[in-house]
């Protein structure tokens, strides 16, 4: 709001517009619109415009980036208040039952849970637990040292935690055993050579 003002303050002075024209310049230049009915006709004032739509069009787009970030939130919230609502019944343990074993263990219904939430994709979810089964070189359901003794992976460097988007923060903290460092778990992924 403060860049619309001082847009349509400089401009009311430097072009001398009525402050109607100038809000509406401002607002219509901060959105990228600009529909050229107003422009500015000094150099002093295009070199503003210059740095002005730089600056305007950035904040615009980050402000309709959070107005849809906190829609996709709530979209969010009503979904799981929907699950919740609905309860569990024998149609949505069969669809969440990857498996086929007739229960829902705790990987399935966080894998249903985020993608029908749509926080994560389904092929991206898969593609984390393929990826954690390939370097489960013992097939253990675990990684430890034993994993990267069989797979050729001692001392590469540590992959980056993975986020719904691909880059990164779904991988949960690393286990602290009461001794110290981090205990081997599936928080310490290690890229394949």
Not at 6 to 18: Q, T
Not at 54 to 66: D, H, R, Y
Not at 105 to 124: C, Q, Y
Not at 158 to 177: R, W
């Amino acid at each position: 709001m403060l860049l619309l003002i001082a847009g349509a303050v400089f401009v009311h002075f430097s072009e001398g517009w009525g402050w109607g024209d100038s809000f509406y310049w401002a607002v219509l230049t901060s959105t990228s619109i600009g529909f050229g009915d107003f422009y500015p006709t000094h150099t002093r004032d295009r070199i503003f415009a210059i740095f002005y739509l730089l600056i305007g069009v950035g904040l615009f787009a980050t402000c309709l980036g959070q107005i849809a970030a906190a829609l996709m939130e709530h979209e969010s919230n009503l979904a799981v208040a929907a699950f919740i609502a609905r309860g569990v019944s024998p149609q949505l343990i069969h669809e969440m039952d990857a498996d086929g074993s007739g229960t829902v263990e705790k990987l399935e219904f966080a894998r249903h849970m985020l993608v029908s939430t749509g926080k994560v994709e389904a092929r991206d979810f898969d593609q984390v637990l393929a990826l954690f089964d390939s370097l489960d070189a013992d097939g253990s359901g675990t990684i430890g040292p034993e994993d990267s003794n069989r797979s050729g992976m001692q001392g590469c460097e540590p992959l980056p935690p993975l986020q719904s988007n691909g880059t990164a923060g779904l991988t949960p903290e690393p286990d602290v055993p009461s001794g110290g460092g981090p205990k081997p778990s599936s928080g310490h992924l290690r890229e394949a050579v």
